[in-house]
């Protein structure tokens, strides 16, 4: 089974609108609802291509309830822990032909609350997969992600972790199945800019060194590079259309490349899945169904090194 964590959901209210000006009125064009964070968009787009998981972590309030409620009108199994003050925190997405965020805080997690979930973690049997995607909210240790993984450590569960730079540099001793850091967090890791192919994957190499099995390196329109851990090297191109969408495109690389390797047990052709999943959710308004994925991989042109 696998499993997504996110610490702090949201509801997105995203809206389009002719232009954006203080202090003036504006009518929507266009506006939906959509329900996300990092691991909520994993497990949303593994259930689309027909990969059981379940979504973990935490809500709050109506709007958790909303969230829960919207979830499971689109196949998401969930588990979440429920908070008793705050509610799970509504974004504002505004697109007037670029893109303006306004992010909520998000409820407080208090250390009871993470006791639950790390119990509820402590189920985990070998053979699972654990996504741990996202930013730590305020009020939750900064390194929650190596302590997670300190206390499934020896059980055979895979660890997928996808987080900015301390987060995920902090549990490579536990040698996690995959991270997927983008090209600009990859420089991050390794202190210094990365402007070729070349010294992304060198970067790579040093993530791998340090513990990681797998490296998956998302570089937005350009695609992809993945190192394994048999020592293969994988450069992917990504079809061209017109971006639309510039959230939850790395969430649904994740997914496509577990729902790939899960159906062939082959990292060439779990790149191609997830750098169609990924490209499919950029060229449409939210994530990517299976077809609009599947429908693209024949564009998907990878090449080994």
Do not use: C
Request: zero cysteines; a negative charge.
């Amino acid at each position: 089974m696998i499993y997504t964590v996110t610490f702090n959901p949201a509801i997105d209210y995203v809206v389009h609108i002719s232009d954006l000006k203080p202090g003036t009125i504006r009518r929507t064009t266009q506006e939906s609802l959509q329900f996300g964070g990092k691991g909520v968009n994993v497990s949303t787009v593994l259930g689309r291509l027909g990969v059981e998981n379940v979504a973990l972590g935490f809500v709050a309030g109506f709007t958790g309830r909303a969230l829960e409620e919207g979830l499971a009108a689109d196949g998401v199994r969930t588990d979440f822990i429920r908070l008793h003050e705050g509610f799970t925190r509504i974004n504002v997405k505004i697109k007037t032909g670029a893109e303006s965020e306004i992010n909520g805080q998000g409820p407080a997690i208090s250390s009871d609350d993470l006791e639950m979930l790390l119990f509820q973690l402590s189920r985990l049997k070998a053979g699972d997969v654990l996504v741990l995607a996202g930013s730590a909210p305020t009020g939750v240790p900064e390194d929650i992600y190596r302590r997670i993984l300190a206390r499934l450590e020896g059980r055979g569960v895979s660890a997928v972790v996808d987080a900015e730079r301390g987060l995920l540099l902090e549990t490579l001793a536990y040698r996690p199945f995959l991270i997927k850091p983008n090209h600009r967090e990859l420089g991050e890791m390794v202190g210094r800019i990365l402007r070729t192919e070349e010294e992304l994957i060198d970067a790579a190499r040093e993530l791998q060194d340090k513990g990681a099995r797998n490296v998956l390196v998302s570089m937005a329109g350009e695609g992809a590079l993945l190192l394994d851990e048999t020592g293969g090297t994988y450069r992917a191109t990504a079809p061209r259309s017109k971006e639309r969408n510039s959230v939850g495109a790395g969430d649904a690389m994740v997914a496509g490349f577990l729902a790939g390797w899960q159906r062939t047990g082959s990292y060439e052709e779990a790149l191609r899945l997830g750098v169609a999943a990924g490209s499919a959710t950029a060229f449409s308004e939210e994530l990517a169904h299976r077809g609009e994925a599947e429908a693209l991989l024949p564009q998907v042109v990878i090449t080994k090194r």
